[in-house]
């Protein structure tokens, strides 16, 4: 804060003067760092300027178009404006018309993509080419164009920024980025790209919730079908997350009905085979474990991906608990597809996190099935009794809990 003062006017200077190619860098990181103390001090000590600064850097946006394709400055641009969204909040509403249509522009570049022979070489060599290739087969490889992707990438965790911290100020462009963001599911020249798109699905929905039902509504077809298409084709564990995170947030807004009888069954059977595959992926590491001496980086690597087996199933978990608390008993035809998978993570020789997730499942029954949940206590009452004195703290608390 007592430094504020005295950076603040040089970065402006270089701002408004620094407009020459070779001081392209300069210029994009002095927009950066001005966002970026503004983001330190806070807004109030940033309204002092605030006005000024705003007007700088939406000069310096209108000259955007003028800008080349690989000008530094348009990911610091974009970087910034996201930061002062930070800061100003709603006050930040009245800037989208001028910043919205630049973000659209890069969270739409599509990549240029080519199929040629193996044996040609002169992309491939060409280091300023920005072509990468993997190879098919023996007479094709597959390339693309990465020259974009960067800002490509940038554009739609800004979006995402924008939609989280304006909520109902984002209403105006939400529909937009929806019809964007909805394909950028399986968008798999980028993981950043699909994980965005994953994220922003619950944050447009919600900005429009309580002012506009029928976009709403509008929105959730053209989201729903693909969500489901994009979860089960996903490669990325971690993204696969992700993905489940968002379609429990969106199943919490839209509620009971949010899916077709055959979307519904799309569902129970990928939580069946996240499941399964879990299962398989954990007995192969044991009986691995038992048959090898494991070194310690394959020891490693092990425990990465355990843990992020283990937090896909806790997405199954969250699925199940907002299932739950938005249809209640109207959930169990699909419920008791999945009963013989969560009844066998609830078994004592099941690791923790099993049993832990199993039981928060079965406590969701009892609470937001309850007229029912009798005809399931063969299933798992013991287990919770016999857990209630389990030696893992989670375990316990969720067995208190039922």
């Given at each position: 804060m007592p430094y504020y003062d005295q950076f603040m006017p040089s970065l402006k200077f270089i701002v408004q003067n620094a407009k020459s190619k070779d001081l392209r860098l300069l210029r994009g990181k002095a927009i950066e760092c001005i966002s970026l103390v503004g983001l330190a001090v806070g807004k109030e000590k940033f309204m002092e300027d605030a006005s000024e600064i705003m007007a700088i850097l939406l000069k310096a946006q209108t000259e955007q178009d003028e800008f080349e394709p690989d000008d530094p400055q348009i990911a610091y641009m974009?970087?910034?404006?996201?930061?002062?969204?930070?800061?100003?909040?709603?006050?930040?509403?009245?800037?989208?018309?001028?910043?919205?249509?630049?973000?659209?522009?890069?969270?739409?570049?599509?990549?240029?993509?080519?199929?040629?022979?193996?044996?040609?070489?002169?992309?491939?060599?060409?280091?300023?080419?920005?072509?990468?290739?993997?190879?098919?087969?023996?007479?094709?490889?597959?390339?693309?164009?990465?020259?974009?992707?960067?800002?490509?990438?940038?554009?739609?965790q800004m979006l995402v920024i924008y939609a989280r911290d304006l909520k109902e100020g984002f209403s105006p462009y939400a529909e937009q980025v929806c019809k964007l963001m909805v394909p950028h599911l399986k968008f798999l020249f980028h993981e950043m790209v699909r994980a965005c798109a994953a994220e922003s699905l619950p944050l447009l929905l919600e900005s429009v919730r309580d002012s506009d039902l029928a976009l709403l509504n509008r929105m959730w077809d053209m989201m729903r079908i693909h969500l489901l298409e994009a979860v089960n084709i996903e490669p990325d564990e971690g993204i696969h997350a992700m993905m489940l995170e968002s379609l429990c947030k969106c199943v919490d807004i839209m509620g009971i009905n949010c899916f077709t009888t055959d979307q519904y069954q799309s569902l129970v059977t990928h939580l069946q085979d996240t499941m399964r595959t879990y299962v398989e992926k954990t007995k192969e590491r044991i009986n691995k474990r038992n048959e090898e001496d494991i070194d310690e980086e394959t020891e490693d690597s092990w425990l990465e991906d355990s843990d992020s087996e283990e937090n896909i199933?806790?997405?199954?978990?969250?699925?199940?608990?907002?299932?739950?608390?938005?249809?209640g008993s109207s959930l169990l035809p699909f419920f008791n597809q999945l009963l013989p998978s969560f009844s066998a993570m609830l078994g004592p020789d099941r690791p923790k996190c099993e049993r832990q997730w199993a039981i928060c499942i079965f406590d969701d029954l009892v609470e937001f099935a309850s007229e029912e949940c009798h005809l399931y206590k063969d299933s798992f009452l013991s287990h919770i009794q016999t857990y209630v004195n389990d030696p893992e703290p989670e375990v316990r608390q969720a067995a208190a809990y039922g």
């Open positions: 974009m970087s910034s404006w996201a930061r002062m969204c930070k800061i100003l909040q709603q006050d930040f509403v009245k800037f989208l018309p001028v910043v919205m249509n630049p973000l659209m522009k890069a969270a739409s570049h599509s990549p240029e993509l080519a199929i040629i022979p193996s044996t040609e070489e002169a992309l491939e060599n060409d280091e300023d080419s920005g072509w990468e290739f993997i190879t098919l087969s023996d007479k094709q490889k597959f390339g693309i164009k990465t020259a974009g992707l960067e800002e490509k990438a940038t554009a739609c199933l806790s997405k199954v978990s969250d699925i199940m608990h907002s299932l739950f608390s938005t249809h």
